[in-house]
């Protein structure tokens, strides 16, 4: 008798492992056709979005390294004394957009590529695009974040009233990595 339930239970364990779907490891925020010229780092796996269950919404905004660098923003915010920030997937995909753009042009700058504003309605931020800080050459977050502190206006920004942001990041053929935050409400 009870190898029948042992059987059973073994065949459905089995049955569930074939048809389970593969879940890939971590991926890498990369442009479609900028893969070969733009490498984007790996990291862990991400927080599920709480915002939309869309898949091409989630495709950056869950992306690991994104996902901390929204961490850290909250984590400065709070020693300030200041509300935490939605991430949000539109401003998400504006910022990575830029940080593709220059790893791929080498243009560093707030005005190419049409500008913030311009990028947030490109890909269809709902709210009012507030500002934009970026950086070239920093080796990892904490010192991208301690950049951005170290420069006026750059933390206005970082530390203003903004409700929602949007980070990305790209290394360009040449190791240098560009950072941008895009703030909203």
Do not use: C
């Given at each position: 008798?009870?190898?029948f339930?042992?059987?059973l239970?073994?065949?459905f ?9 593969p879940?890939?490891?971590a991926?890498t ?19 599920k ?15 690991p390294t ?13 020693r300030?004394q ?6 949000s ?6 910022a ?6 220059m ?5 560093f ?9 311009a ?16 950086l070239y ?14 420069s ?5 920004i ?16 040449n ?11």
């Amino acid at each position: 008798m009870t190898r029948f339930p042992l059987a059973l239970l073994l065949t459905f364990v089995l049955a569930s492992a074939v048809w389970a779907e593969p879940k890939p490891e971590a991926e890498t925020p990369q442009k479609e056709e900028d893969t070969k010229k733009v490498e984007v780092k790996e990291a862990d796996d991400a927080q599920k979005s709480e915002k939309t269950d869309e898949p091409d919404k989630k495709f950056l905004h869950d992306h690991p390294t994104l996902v901390k660098m929204w961490k850290h923003s909250n984590e400065i915010r709070a020693r300030y004394q200041l509300h935490a920030q939605r991430i949000s997937p539109e401003l998400t995909k504006a910022a990575q957009d830029h940080a593709w753009y220059m790893a791929r042009t080498g243009q560093f700058s707030h005005s190419v590529n049409g500008g913030f504003v311009a990028r947030a309605r490109r890909h269809k931020y709902p709210g009012s695009p507030y500002g934009e800080i970026i950086l070239y050459g920093a080796g990892n977050i904490s010192e991208t974040f301690n950049g951005w502190l170290n420069s006026p206006g750059h933390r206005a920004i970082l530390l203003s009233g903004a409700r929602e942001v949007g980070y990305g990041y790209a290394i360009d053929r040449n190791g240098r990595t560009y950072w941008v935050g895009v703030f909203g409400n």
